[in-house]
């Protein structure tokens, strides 16, 4: 009789010691490394070139206020586009004076990845964390069990554990170990809107991992409810409206802060349950800068998060 799963302890026992409630803390600092360092990726090509890019963005932002408008956007997107459309043309644009055009090219660079980091960056409230922790153990509880007894009474039952009907293969111990070495980047198969909650839960209430950054698309924030718990869940915000190149680079830079993270590459929802293979272009995705940074595959932590039939 093969030995049944049991979950592991936390890894790092205080919450208040995790990393991403320190960098929740520390929230101003971080959006300020994040703003230098994508300001001085762009600062590295030539002036025409920043100028043309902050130009391309101006254009496609107004473009999607005017056809997207969301209730969850900034409060006077208009106004804040206009004027560093005028500050733009006026500073850089129309100057003849290459330094006083990067100059005022560095300075506008700088008003528009801190709004786009304050979007993106969110918080982790202990609070709300343990409150949800509480809430999906009972909910899986529930649901596995009625589904492993195929009766809908058995919704009130309690006959399976949680850990014995959710789970998790692979090289565990190793990947537990990376927690406190590196960046763990969980690169899971997108395949419904449960993944994040499931690959989360399965992180913490079996594994024992520190709670993890994870991407959610902005439109989820229109429901109040929902914006209310992601914010404070660890979600960073991603808004697949904006197609500008400048509002997707502070999100690339997220593993050099030594957060757990759980990224759906593709985008897209996988119609095969199969593990998702990175290609080329996201096979270095973990940054270079920091030599401690480790990836972590779904495929790798966790080679099958599966519902047994019986």
């Known amino acids: 009789m093969a030995k049944k799963q049991a979950p592991f302890s936390q890894v790092i026992q205080n919450i208040e010691d995790w990393p991403i409630y320190r960098l929740s803390e520390d929230r101003e600092a971080f959006i300020k490394e994040l703003d230098d360092f994508?300001?001085?990726?762009?600062?590295?090509?030539?002036?025409?070139?920043?100028?043309?890019?902050?130009?391309?963005?101006?254009?496609?932002?107004?473009i999607r206020i005017k056809e997207e408008p969301w209730k969850v956007d900034?409060?006077?997107?208009?106004?804040?586009?206009?004027?560093i459309r005028k500050k733009l043309v006026r500073g850089s644009l129309d100057q003849e004076d290459e330094a006083e055009a990067r100059a005022t090219n560095e300075e506008?660079?700088?008003e528009i990845i801190n709004r786009y980091s304050e979007e993106v960056v969110g918080t982790f409230n202990i609070s709300t964390f343990?409150?949800?922790?509480?809430?999906?153990?009972?909910?899986?509880?529930?649901l596995l069990?009625?589904?492993?007894?195929?009766?809908?009474?058995?919704?009130?039952?309690?006959?399976?554990?949680?850990?014995?009907?959710?789970?998790?293969?692979?090289?565990?111990?190793?990947i537990r170990s990376l927690v406190t070495k590196g960046t763990v980047v969980v690169v899971p198969t997108h395949h419904s809107n449960l993944d994040s909650i499931l690959i989360g839960f399965a992180m913490d209430a079996i594994l024992g991992m520190p709670s993890s950054y994870y991407?959610?698309?902005?439109?989820?924030?229109n429901t109040g409810y929902t914006a209310y718990y992601m914010n404070r869940l660890g979600a960073y915000r991603v808004d697949r409206r904006k197609k500008n190149s400048m509002s997707s680079r502070p999100i690339p830079t997220w593993p050099s802060a030594g957060v757990p993270t759980a990224c759906f590459f593709p985008g897209v929802r996988a119609r095969a349950r199969a593990p998702w293979?990175?290609?080329?272009?996201?096979?270095?995705?973990?940054?270079?800068?920091?030599?401690?940074?480790?990836?972590?595959?779904?495929g790798t932590m966790a080679r099958s998060l599966s519902f047994p039939s019986s």
């Open 145 to 174: 069990n009625t589904a492993a007894s195929r009766n809908l009474a058995r919704i009130w039952g309690g006959k399976h554990r949680l850990y014995e009907r959710l789970i998790v293969k692979g090289q565990l111990d190793q």
């Open 277 to 298: 293979k990175p290609n080329s272009r996201w096979a270095c995705w973990a940054p270079p800068w920091r030599p401690n940074a480790l990836s972590a595959n779904a």
């Open 130 to 142: 343990l409150f949800a922790r509480r809430f999906l153990t009972v909910f899986f509880n529930r």
């Open 74 to 83: 900034p409060p006077k997107e208009r106004s804040f586009w206009r004027r």
């Open 108 to 110: 506008i660079l700088r």
């Open 38 to 62: 994508t300001l001085q990726r762009i600062l590295r090509k030539p002036t025409d070139e920043i100028s043309d890019i902050i130009a391309k963005t101006i254009y496609l932002e107004r």
């Open 215 to 221: 991407g959610a698309g902005l439109n989820l924030y």
